[in-house]
């Protein structure tokens, strides 16, 4: 009986079917295609190669940008930041690690400071927060179980109150966090990007809209807390991608009639206002209006970051 021998290999990971009928017959050489088998395990065992560096972050960015387009998903935006900060933390040398970033932190300290905000939510939700030595680390495993819980979340738990980042304490339903999650994760992306010297990068315009719509929401009572609220509005025209027209309460005990004061400027310099990243002057935008009212609520609406 002649043996296949050249095909015995490529039969026993399942190519040459046509040796099959011989392998089935052939004692001989069918203990050759189980040798190779169990060879093959054991080199998969005692050969474990890490994955690539940065691999995570692609699959993830890769996965946000073929998902269907659903800025009303909860957690979608959030999923799409997370996945541009990894693929620039997974692209950082040490030494940019130890860059200063606008606030004096290191990138790395900066870092973990976002983990930190990231553990308090999973902390509310009984999630058993992961450890880990590096910031890098700690951020990627806690981003990742943020991600995998509020996938899974049903409105009871989206319902639930957690902490906000924020230097006054508050508590405010999952769903609102996550978009709160959204916008720190892309203003410290920003922040990063800044600090060794590559360009900033704003949200998808579903999800910048999203984060402004959130920010938005909670100005009248900043105004109130302000010790700034009065009867009456102001029209913000947001431009660009994410940007609409807002009408805005200056109060939210009150009235929004009359308009005061318009306010037109893009909708990314907007989300940067309101993270503390652009500074408050009369250049920021186009006014119409009263110009106090105006620049009074932007100085208001500039304390609405996630530090």
Known sequence: MEHPDDLLEAYAFGDAPEAGPHVAACPQCAAQV???????GWLA???VASPPSGLRSRILAAAVTVRAPSCGADSFAYASTVAGLGTLLDSLSPAQWAAPTVDGRSVDALVRHLAGNDGNVLA???AVV???RRSADLWHAQSDLLLRTAGQAGDELLA???RMAGKVPARRPL???LTQRAFETWIHQDDIRAAVALPRVAPPAGHLARILRFGLALLPGALDAAGRGRPGSILLALSGPGGADHVV???????SEPCLAEVAMPADRFGRLMAGRVPVTASVGAFTGDRT???EVLTVAATLGCE
């Open 160 to 162: 639930r109150p957690v």
């Open 34 to 40: 189980e040798l190779a088998r169990e060879a093959a």
């Open 175 to 177: 769903r609102e966090a």
């Open 45 to 47: 065992v005692s050969h």
């Open 249 to 255: 309460a200056l109060s939210a005990r009150a009235g």
């Open 130 to 132: 992961p450890a880990a």
């Open 293 to 295: 009212v105006a620049l």
């Open 124 to 126: 509310d939700l009984g």
